[in-house]
């Protein structure tokens, strides 16, 4: 880990082990992989979600992945596309399984998940994630079920902002966690802004966070925004 | 800590079941190994008492069979333990290794090289010889892996034994709840040079067939058995010194699995013990498929990284040691590990 998380102003990110950057908030490198990677690993070196969120980004990152050496990251991450799309999902699903085996993780959102059957040569690398409040299914236990029902070996991306702004009281995060705790990955942390769009955690949600950050202590966290 | 924590503590016998129970995690694999270890524990158990044994010779095995992790492919690590010196045509001792032989070792499911296992060996160096030169390799790993994995099918030398090391780990210098220093240095050391040795191995230069199987093996079940004891050694500090010799012992009378379950349990981070144990449960998948371990010897230092196997394996190391990091360090426990584990 390099300074700017070791000196984070968050204890909880400072004390954690395996914290990254998503590198879907860099949006001034957009497209190009080498300098997102270079710029995430100068937040943390021990994990990264490489965001490919519209489908025209996937080919330039499978490209990139196939000339570039192992990443330095022990946990690597890609977060699916769910804008933009008009390929197949079985040709979708090709793609995303000629990613390197070091790719531990591969993010969907769930809504972008017609036939759940398209998904399953994904394995275990298939990391489905809960929503937010503007999306119409995805979001609770309830509506995630079926999917992991489809999907047996899927894990689960535990998106904590997602959750609040869904329920502020955060029991459908609690409740989320608790029924998908043997299938947890991975953590998206960050917190939401009026438009639910990804900000720096904030120290109100990071204590409000802080029971259920407790029962992820083993898995990565993702930054979906800058470290505060 | 809630009654039924607390009651592992004391016996953590059953932890695993607890823990699968709790957080709904299946532990598939290592159910059924546990199931398949005991049915043929009870047939050694049986053909072995036809032989006449003396008091102070016993038969125990070691490894898969003392975690209750057997598969098609575990070797039989078997070992005479002979509670006094021997000379090399004793009677009672070829006796017992003679029927060992017979009913473990046979074929290809002897045990492995090193002089470790398919031999007698005199208990009470093990005690005797802790530190400096004489406490070779095989002495120190036949010590540790009494203590941290061995049942005994045949005969009554091994609680006795436990007792007499633990008593000179613990002679001088135990102090109420503090974890005991002599046992955790030495069980650190066996942990390192485990690891060293590894390396030593992989030095040879040819092509290893065994190679990529012992690095998987450091990922998962050895480092099992380091921690199954680590927890043991930390979780004195619980204790009065006068009660670590029997709580030492009920612990390392049961599964590492049993053991690292009732730690997480205790710590109350049983969501990271189920994802970590789940780990390994996929390890104990793997390795228990005939095909896999087939591939697997095909796997070398040079062509590891283009594995697919290899990287599965990578893997469930990385998740079984996520599960263990948060236990030691994120956990009621992490005061402990960073005072004493270290330095």
Redesign the interface.
């Known amino acids: 880990m390099v300074p700017s998380l070791l000196h984070s102003s968050s204890r909880a990110l400072s004390?954690?082990?395996?914290v990254g950057c998503s590198t879907g908030y860099m949006s001034d490198v957009r497209g190009d992989w080498e300098a997102l990677v270079e710029r995430a690993a100068q937040t943390s070196s021990t994990a990264i979600e490489l965001s490919a969120l519209s489908e025209d980004e996937l080919p330039g990152l499978i490209a990139y992945l196939a000339s570039a050496p192992?990443l330095p990251f022990?946990?690597v991450s890609v977060h699916a596309p769910s804008k933009g799309r008009s390929m197949p999902e079985e040709e979708l699903v090709r793609q995303l399984q000629s990613l390197p085996?070091?790719v531990?993780a591969i993010v969907l959102h769930p809504d972008a998940m017609r036939d759940p059957e398209a998904y399953v040569p994904l394995g275990r690398r298939l990391v489905i994630e809960n929503m937010d409040r503007r999306k119409e299914t995805g979001r609770t236990t309830q509506e995630l079920q079926g999917l992991f029902h489809a999907l047996a070996q899927a894990r689960f991306c535990f998106d904590l902002a997602h959750a609040k702004v869904v329920d502020p009281t955060m029991a459908v995060a609690a409740s989320l966690?608790s029924t998908f705790?043997?299938r947890?990955s991975h953590v998206h942390l960050s917190s939401l802004d009026d438009r639910d769009g990804h900000v720096p955690l904030t120290s109100g949600d990071e204590a409000l966070f802080a029971d259920l950050l407790?029962?992820c202590?083993?898995?990565p966290w993702i930054l979906e925004a800058p470290p505060s | 800590m809630d009654p039924r924590s607390a009651a592992l503590l004391d016996d953590p016998a059953g932890a695993l079941a607890a823990l699968a129970e709790r957080?709904?995690?299946g532990f598939s694999a290592l159910t059924a190994a546990r199931r398949r270890t005991d049915g043929r524990v009870a047939e050694r158990m049986a053909d072995l008492e036809r032989h006449a044994v003396g008091d102070d010779v016993a038969t125990c095995v070691f490894g898969s069979w003392a975690r209750g992790e057997l598969t098609d492919g575990s070797d039989d690590d078997w070992a005479v333990l002979v509670a006094r010196p021997f000379a090399a045509y004793d009677r009672d001792v070829c006796l017992e290794v003679v029927a060992a032989t017979e009913t473990l070792g046979v074929e290809e499911r002897q045990p492995g090289s090193q002089d470790i296992f398919g031999h007698p060996f005199d208990v009470t160096e093990l005690a005797r010889k802790i530190g400096l030169d004489a406490d070779t390799n095989t002495n120190l790993t036949r010590r540790m892996l009494l203590l941290l994995e061995s049942r005994e099918l045949h005969g009554n030398v091994r609680s006795g034994a436990i007792t007499d090391i633990l008593a000179r780990y613990l002679h001088e210098g135990t102090k109420s709840y503090r974890p005991p220093r002599f046992l955790l240095n030495d069980l650190v050391r066996y942990w390192r040079t485990i690891c060293v040795d590894f390396e030593g191995k992989g030095s040879a230069g040819a092509a290893d067939p065994k190679w990529a199987t012992r690095n998987a093996k450091l990922r998962t079940s050895r480092k099992l058995l380091f921690a199954g004891g680590l927890v043991t050694v930390l979780l004195c500090h619980l204790k009065e010194a006068s009660e670590m010799p029997h709580f030492l012992g009920r612990w390392f009378d049961v599964a590492p699995t049993d053991r690292l379950a009732a730690a997480f349990l205790y710590a109350g981070?049983e969501?990271?013990g189920?994802?970590?144990l789940?780990a390994y449960d996929r390890w104990l998948t793997l390795i228990g498929d005939s095909e896999t371990r087939e591939a697997l010897r095909l796997v070398a230092f040079d062509t590891r990284?283009t594995?697919?196997l290899f990287?599965?394996i990578?893997?469930i190391g990385?998740?079984f040691q996520?599960?263990l990091?948060?236990l030691l360090?994120?956990?009621a426990l992490g005061r402990v590990t960073r005072t004493y584990a270290i330095f």
């Open positions: 004390a954690h082990t395996m192992r022990h946990f085996p070091w531990s966690l705790a043997t947890l407790r029962r202590a083993d898995v | 957080t709904g995690a981070v969501e990271s189920a994802r970590a789940g990284d594995s697919d990287e599965t990578r893997q990385m998740d996520a599960g990091d948060a360090f994120s956990s």
